[in-house]
């Protein structure tokens, strides 16, 4: 076995997932991060003046395709959270993110739970004839009786997490079957019973309460409308803060899809801003695709969207590293801690006051190698 690379980046400000040092020095040891002895030689020192070290950040949620984790790394993004993976795509992701450094690491839900034609199944029919077989038919579920099979089909293909669809079409102008609150209720505790999280999309502040009902541990999106006798936000944000129910923001999103309606982006900000207030656990996600918002650069954008909506650069930086880890439990990144991964993320200036400097990349490390730029 060869040694491991030892590198110094000296004097540098630390984010370290949860709190800022103003000055530090953090040594990188292989593909871990290591306790410092200054008498041990190392091989490569970095200058930290001026800088800022973060972990890499983390997308709690992304639509994979081929070419989506390396552009997700060169924007210091090293884990992507996927949400609908079919089963052939997902096997050629996961295997090009165990074989290579140079594309960011990869969890998935898999098929997600939606009920025969419903979303995101028009989509997917759209985009057949470009992407083959990642987006080809797949597994729905229409009883309650079905979801423990279901579940279990799931686990077989190597799903990380079970994604649940409560949308009935009617944000994007049309109507579409939606899972019942029945459905729903079993796919949870069907899923608690392998082991796996829950996370649901529901666009709407009606859907979203269903999903809340249903026991999910998380909501995919920060909802974007209301819904016909929908609870208020301040009320839903409160229930999901009370439950520990974390929320994905995907502010990105509602901007990129809400051409010629910014209504959607505002409300989805309001809703965020509401959730933050209440404490209800924020983790930084795009809902990014191969078309709008992009992988890896919709990160930045989403960290700006945070703090427009009232997170501070701190708390934003946070929601994308270790709460995002620490809710999905991938307990060895999100942090800048010895012995978590190196999965680091080096820019110019410091983001925890201008979250813009996120943009201003020097070197990202993904386990511990660093990239060519």
Not at 12 to 28: C, N, P
Request: contains cysteine; negative net charge; aromatic residues 4%.
């Amino acid at each position: 076995m060869p040694t491991p690379v030892r590198t110094l980046i000296r004097g540098i400000r630390v984010f370290d997932g949860d709190r800022v040092l103003e000055r530090a020095d953090v040594l990188i040891e292989g593909d871990r991060i290591a306790t410092h002895d200054p008498a041990r030689p190392v091989d490569v020192e970095i200058d930290g003046t001026g800088r800022t070290l973060l972990p890499g950040l983390i997308d709690a949620h992304t639509h994979t395709f081929d070419g989506s984790l390396a552009a997700a790394l060169r924007h210091g993004v090293t884990t992507e959270l996927d949400m609908f993976c079919l089963p052939a795509n997902l096997r050629r992701q996961r295997a090009l993110a165990a074989e290579r450094d140079d594309v960011a690491d990869l969890r998935s839900s898999g098929v997600l739970a939606t009920a025969p034609g419903g979303h995101p199944s028009p989509l997917m029919a759209l985009m057949a004839d470009e992407f083959g077989d990642s987006v080809g038919p797949f597994d729905t579920i229409s009883r309650p009786e079905d979801a423990a099979g279901f579940v279990a089909a799931r686990l077989r293909e190597g799903s990380d997490y079970l994604k649940i669809v409560i949308d009935d079409g009617s944000t994007a102008g049309t109507r579409l079957p939606a899972l019942g609150p029945r459905t729903a209720a079993a796919l949870v505790t069907a899923a608690r019973d392998a082991g796996l999280r829950t996370i649901a999309h529901a666009a709407t502040a009606t859907e979203a309460a269903t999903a809340l009902t249903a026991g999910v541990d998380g909501l995919a999106h920060a909802w974007w409308a209301g819904g016909a006798g929908a609870p208020p936000t301040d009320e839903l944000a409160a229930q999901a803060a009370d439950r520990g129910v974390f929320v994905v923001s995907t502010l990105a999103y509602a901007e990129a899809s809400g051409a010629g309606r910014p209504d959607r982006a505002e409300y989805a900000a309001q809703v965020v801003a509401a959730l933050a207030a209440a404490g209800t656990p924020l983790l930084a996600g795009t809902d990014a695709t191969p078309f709008a918002p992009l992988h890896g650069e919709a990160m930045h954008r989403e960290l700006e969207l945070l703090t427009a909506a009232g997170l501070t650069p701190s708390q934003a930086l946070h929601a994308a590293t270790a709460a995002t880890a620490r809710h999905f439990g991938l307990h060895d990144r999100g942090r800048i801690d010895p012995g978590l991964r190196a999965d680091l993320l080096l820019v110019e200036g410091d983001p925890t006051r201008d979250i813009t400097a996120i943009r201003d990349i020097t070197d990202v490390w993904r386990r511990g190698v660093r990239q060519v730029r």
